[in-house]
């Protein structure tokens, strides 16, 4: 049992190239996450998807793409990256909706500079 | 709009001291609230949640609905309590989780 799993670990950029983040559970989970961790300002949400066929925009969507391409797999696209776009990608996948034990499961995160 | 904030960004306290991480939150609704933490080379992992009212590695946390406050205590810390601390909003359609910006912990032998 795996949990959450992203590829790739480490990526180095180039200004406007592109490049998809890819992220896979194996929890049988309705909800999925990117966040990006970034110093001083902790983890920000760039997209979610709350059940397979949905996404909708987190607080920083700006220059991200994503699709929900079954159950397991939530990729994150940046389609011409920028600086401002390095930092620490976390994909996580949660229980929908359900208050009682609604916890949220981490990847180990992708470290992506764009130079 | 919902929000998280924890005052410290880093927080330092010699081994055997008490400790309190801070976390205040704005939300017009019911909030559900967590906290996360982040060990040195591990995943990101859930550490308490306030529906819960445990206590994990003897940290506890109160919800006070009045000062809109969330804080994170533990007596006597530990130095493998060393670690960044995040505290997180849950909103009431249960899908969207907010961070706040994070409290490093360093516990000093």
């Known amino acids: 049992n795996a949990g959450v799993t992203q590829t790739p670990k480490f990526q180095v950029l180039k200004t406007g190239q592109s490049m998809t983040l890819q992220c896979a559970q194996d929890?049988?989970?309705?909800?999925m996450y990117w966040y990006r961790q970034d110093p001083g300002m902790g983890l920000r949400l760039i997209y979610y998807s709350a059940s397979e066929g949905t996404t909708d925009k987190g607080e920083v969507p700006n220059g991200y793409n994503v699709s929900r391409l079954n159950k397991r797999e939530f990729s994150l696209r940046l389609e011409s990256a920028a600086p401002s776009q390095t930092s620490v990608y976390f994909c996580?996948?949660?229980?929908?909706?359900?208050?009682?034990?609604?916890?949220?499961?981490f990847g180990e995160g992708s470290w992506l500079t764009v130079v | 709009a919902q929000r998280v904030t924890q005052p410290e960004k880093l927080l330092s306290v010699f081994k055997g001291a008490p400790v309190e991480l801070k976390c205040n939150y704005s939300y017009s609704g019911s909030p559900e609230l967590f906290w996360y933490v982040q060990y040195s080379r591990q995943r990101l992992q859930l550490l308490l949640r306030h529906i819960s009212r445990e206590s994990i590695k003897g940290f506890t946390a109160d919800l006070n609905k009045g000062e809109t406050s969330f804080h994170l205590k533990k007596p006597f810390a530990q130095e493998e309590d060393s670690a960044m601390y995040y505290c997180a909003l849950r909103d009431t359609g249960g899908f969207k989780t907010i961070f706040g910006a994070g409290t490093r912990l360093f516990v000093k032998a």
């Open positions: 929890m049988n989970h309705n909800s």
């Open positions: 996580a996948s949660s229980e929908r909706g359900e208050r009682i034990g609604n916890t949220i499961y």
